[in-house]
């Protein structure tokens, strides 16, 4: 009768493990899917970008407003964000709760400084008479950099949901899943941000 109940016992632990098992691939190819849906969309903005790069409409063109030493800062930031991540994922992996959400508290705040840093860029090429308005090339370049700093916008708030979860839930597969699919998210943001540095700020610049 024991060894029964113990079969039994251990049949359902093997389906719950196997049902989880497979949940977990299905989340990960499905949020893979996304990101390749979202690179289309960076693609489609970058290509748009690409043709109208001359299309200045005689109004200010990039060379006379972009900073390169201010765009740095802000990807400075963007970068030792990914760092900060990595630590929050160590902590998490770990089980150490204060320590996962220190680092991704800073994280969070990173990410902040980088969108506070991005819309006084736009204030002030908006001062400057550098607005969407203004040209293809001006229209082109808001529709990218703005794009990327909502999927940021997204990722943070997506943060501070996760420290809903976490605080309900602890350190459950499911929180563990949505933390490591918003890791795959936030350093995907990171190599979209590198591209636009090099191919919209340096090339702006030069």
Not at 134 to 147: I, K
């Given at each position: 009768?024991?060894?029964?109940?113990?079969?039994e016992h251990e049949e359902v632990n093997h389906d719950e493990h196997h049902h989880d098992?497979?949940?977990?691939?299905?989340?990960?190819?499905?949020?893979?899917?996304?990101?390749?849906?979202?690179?289309?969309?960076?693609?489609?903005?970058?290509?748009?970008?690409?043709?109208?790069?001359?299309?200045?409409?005689?109004?200010?063109?990039?060379?006379?407003?972009f900073d390169l030493k201010f765009v740095a800062i802000e990807t400075g930031l963007l970068?030792?964000?990914?760092?900060?991540?990595?630590?929050?994922?160590?902590?998490?992996?770990?089980?150490?709760?204060?320590?996962?959400?220190?680092?991704?508290?800073?994280?969070?705040?990173?990410?902040?400084?980088?969108?506070?840093?991005?819309?006084?860029?736009?204030?002030?090429?908006?001062?400057?008479?550098?607005?969407?308005?203004?040209?293809?090339?001006?229209?082109?370049?808001?529709?990218?950099?703005?794009?990327?700093?909502?999927?940021?916008?997204?990722?943070?708030?997506?943060?501070?949901?996760?420290?809903?979860?976490?605080?309900?839930?602890?350190?459950?597969?499911?929180?563990?899943?949505?933390?490591?699919?918003?890791?795959?998210?936030?350093?995907?943001?990171?190599?979209?941000?590198?591209?636009?540095?090099?191919?919209?700020?340096?090339?702006?610049?030069?």
């Amino acid at each position: 009768m024991t060894s029964s109940v113990l079969s039994e016992h251990e049949e359902v632990n093997h389906d719950e493990h196997h049902h989880d098992a497979e949940r977990t691939v299905l989340v990960s190819f499905g949020f893979w899917l996304y990101i390749i849906s979202d690179c289309l969309l960076f693609a489609t903005l970058f290509a748009t970008y690409a043709v109208m790069s001359q299309s200045f409409a005689g109004a200010v063109t990039p060379k006379e407003l972009f900073d390169l030493k201010f765009v740095a800062i802000e990807t400075g930031l963007l970068l030792f964000s990914s760092f900060t991540f990595g630590m929050a994922m160590l902590g998490a992996h770990a089980q150490n709760m204060v320590r996962m959400k220190s680092w991704l508290l800073i994280t969070a705040l990173l990410g902040l400084g980088f969108l506070g840093m991005e819309i006084y860029e736009f204030m002030h090429f908006s001062h400057e008479g550098a607005t969407p308005q203004t040209s293809g090339y001006w229209s082109s370049f808001y529709a990218l950099v703005a794009t990327h700093g909502l999927h940021v916008t997204a990722g943070i708030i997506w943060m501070s949901l996760l420290f809903v979860h976490f605080n309900r839930d602890g350190f459950s597969l499911d929180n563990m899943r949505r933390l490591s699919c918003l890791s795959l998210f936030w350093h995907f943001l990171d190599i979209i941000w590198i591209c636009v540095f090099s191919f919209v700020y340096l090339r702006g610049a030069l």
